[in-house]
């Protein structure tokens, strides 16, 4: 059974920047897309960006191109997301992902972890 598990989330400032970790288990790392979405008070989960497996090929919403980057490790089993000159309106609850194929939508995800805070103060 695949077991995601987010960290490094946090408080930071405006124009700050954090790195999130996600560590896969349970299955072949290699074999899955993995992807960030991020869910605001209020809000509905909305999809961040998506890697294909074994890396290559990536998707990001409009709102974070240029400021996120993801990455992944394929020998720790671990996808990074490094974010970069955020903004108040990044601040939400941020879900790892993981599917057999790139996908946008939330609903075809199989796999989530538990979710890591990051909060951007003005």
């Known amino acids: 059974q695949v077991q995601l598990v987010e960290s490094g989330g946090g408080l930071v400032q405006t124009g700050g920047s954090l790195r999130l970790s996600c560590q896969f288990s349970?299955?072949?790392?290699?074999?899955?897309?993995m992807a960030w979405f991020r869910q605001a008070p209020g809000k509905e989960r909305e999809f961040v960006v998506v890697v294909r497996p074994f890396g290559g090929d990536t998707y990001y919403t409009d709102s974070v191109k240029g400021r996120f980057t993801i990455s992944r490790d394929n020998a720790k089993n671990t996808v990074y997301l490094q974010m970069n000159s955020l903004e108040p309106e990044d601040t939400a609850v941020y879900y790892c992902a993981a599917a057999p194929r790139v996908r946008l939508s939330q609903y075809e995800y199989n796999y989530w972890g538990q979710g890591t805070q990051v909060t951007v103060s003005s």
């Open positions: 349970g299955s072949t790392f290699g074999d899955y897309a």
